[in-house]
């Protein structure tokens, strides 16, 4: 498929490799973000009254977490929805995922958070979230040309505006080059709130990080509610975390150059795509959401 190369600037690659994340704004319109929410709102609606039938096309495939009325979660939702489906496979977070992993990529996740304050928010404790990572540094890590590169990226875009009380994601910065275990990092950081950076970003911004980067949700403080979708990436020879276990009728919709973004492959074959230069110029071409079946492929050379 056509996707940018490089598509991060070199401030943004400098940025990333230094801190573990970047954040870049305006990878999606508001009209785009309002699309998005609509559909979300939607899903969560059918998924809480437990209307999953085959015949709903929107809710296929997707599981909800409603142990929370205050945060629900909704994973494996890249079939639920022709919106959804068009976001896992956006050329630019294709790109900038791409460029991370350094090479041929798939999804390997897919969901969405919506959530709001909790009625208990006055108790909480400012030095506790819920710390975590999703891949172990030195197997899932390596540099070529200079640069650091991971096995799982995950571009988190927000929806909704984020500000300081509106819960958005927070990370021990730089922690995904370090080989330690990830509780003694979290102490540090309680001790020295200065390495816990936060999302503050209008809608529409992305947040790309590496799975090592050790990293938590926000608590929301304000009368908002926070409305994000997350796809994860790897090399296309890893197998999708929620099974990948596709409708018929979606696996016949998925395009050529599409197929091995949803189903990868059985064989080990990463085809290298790595930045050598970090002054690189930017494939900075404008794409939109649009529809995902009707992405451009590379030009045959």
Known sequence: MDIPFPALTPEQRLHFDIYGYVIIHDVFSPTECTDLIDVLQDLK?????????????????????????????????????????????????????????????????????????LPNWKTYDPKKYGFHTGLDTPYGSHYRNGFFHSSFVKTLTTLTDLGPDDGGTLV??????????????????????????????????????????????????????????????????????????????????IPDNLKILFHGRK????????????????????FELGDWQKRKSLPKK
């Not at 294709?94 to 990529?105: D, K, Q």
């Open 45 to 117: 609606t059918d998924m809480l009254a437990g209307d999953v039938s085959d015949d709903k096309v929107r809710a296929r495939g997707a599981e909800a977490d409603a142990g929370n009325p205050n945060h629900i979660f909704m994973c494996a939702i890249e079939q639920a929805h022709p919106l959804i489906s068009s976001y896992v496979s956006h050329p630019r977070l294709l790109g900038m995922a791409s460029e991370v992993v350094g090479g041929e990529i798939r999804l390997v996740e897919s969901n969405a958070h919506i959530n709001s304050r």
């Open 172 to 253: 021990i910065a730089g922690s995904h080059k370090i080989d330690l275990r990830n509780q003694e990092m979290v102490e540090c950081a309680y001790k020295d709130p200065s390495l816990i950076h936060q999302m503050i970003a209008p809608a529409g911004s992305t947040l790309l990080f590496s799975e090592a980067l050790v990293h938590a949700g926000g608590h929301i403080r304000s009368e908002k509610e926070r409305v994000i979708i997350i796809s994860g990436y790897g090399p296309s020879h890893l197998p999708n975390w929620s099974g990948g276990v596709y409708t018929d009728e979606f696996t016949e919709s």
């Open 267 to 286: 064989n080990w074959g990463r085809l290298a795509k790595e930045r050598t230069a970090l002054m690189q110029e930017t494939d900075d071409r404008p």
